[in-house]
């Protein structure tokens, strides 16, 4: 069957710290991939977006790799801050149909 | 632009009493979905719309239905409720692209906690 696998235990890193987070998929070929922080109470919001003839993305702190041949993405935080910490959830698109498999969140907890 | 918002924030239902949960987006977005989110799940797609008139099931659709009379609006109506239906339901939405395709972020609305007895 069709899975997309996050590290369900709680990521606790330092203040200044990298964080990285991973998104494994199987019996996909997705279009692209999707990065979303979730907030306690609230709706996710969108991050990053990366195709499959991308290798990597770029945002500020934020930067997403993404391995076809591996079928996985990692999602990575630089300088983490405590204002970091939230779940995170990687989403595939199969067949640029906007219809999203997601996964069920990393939480990332960034101490002082 | 007020985005995507929901209507109700919380609502308890009893076992087999109807309701609709209210989505609406001002952005002008012909893509529009309902996910469900329950711990250790991620969110499961329900239904979704490419526009105005045009709706389909997404992985999760039994006991909901939805409608999609105006690009604005896009209600998720539970006909009779039970307490599997117990989660937290989004809206979300994004700008379609021509042929329904969609390769564009999704924006969400804020939730709306639902508790069936």
């Known amino acids: 069957s069709q899975k997309i696998e996050q590290n369900s235990e709680a990521l606790n890193i330092q203040e200044g710290k990298t964080a990285t987070l991973t998104c494994n998929y199987t019996?996909?070929?997705?279009?692209?991939l999707q990065w979303y922080r979730q907030d306690p109470g609230r709706g996710p919001v969108f991050l990053l977006l990366?195709?499959?003839?991308?290798k990597e993305k770029r945002k500020e702190r934020l930067k997403v790799t993404f391995d076809t041949t591996l079928k996985q993405s990692l999602f990575h935080i630089t300088a983490s801050q405590p204002a970091d910490s939230a779940t995170y959830l990687c989403a595939l698109d199969l067949s640029n149909t906007g219809k999203l498999i997601f996964g069920q969140g990393t939480t990332l907890q960034v101490k002082p | 632009n007020a985005g995507v918002t929901q209507t109700p924030k919380f609502q308890v239902l009893k076992t087999g009493q109807s309701m609709t949960l209210q989505c609406a987006q001002d952005?002008?977005?012909?893509?529009m979905s309902w996910y469900r989110q329950d711990p250790g799940m991620g969110l499961r797609l329900i239904h979704y719309?490419?526009?105005?008139?045009?709706?389909d099931q997404g992985e999760v659709p039994n006991g909901y239905n939805v409608s999609r009379s105006t690009t604005e609006d896009f209600p998720l109506r539970l006909l009779s409720a039970a307490p599997s239906q117990t989660s937290v339901y989004f809206c979300?939405?994004?700008?379609?692209?021509?042929?329904?395709?969609?390769?564009?972020?999704?924006?969400f609305g804020p939730g709306t906690r639902l508790t069936v007895l």
């Open positions: 979300a939405s994004s700008q379609g692209l021509a042929g329904g395709k969609v390769t564009d972020t999704q924006y």
């Open positions: 019996n996909y070929s997705p279009a692209y």
């Open positions: 719309s490419v526009g105005a008139g045009i709706t």
């Open positions: 990366i195709r499959e003839n991308e």
């Open positions: 952005m002008n977005h012909e893509y």
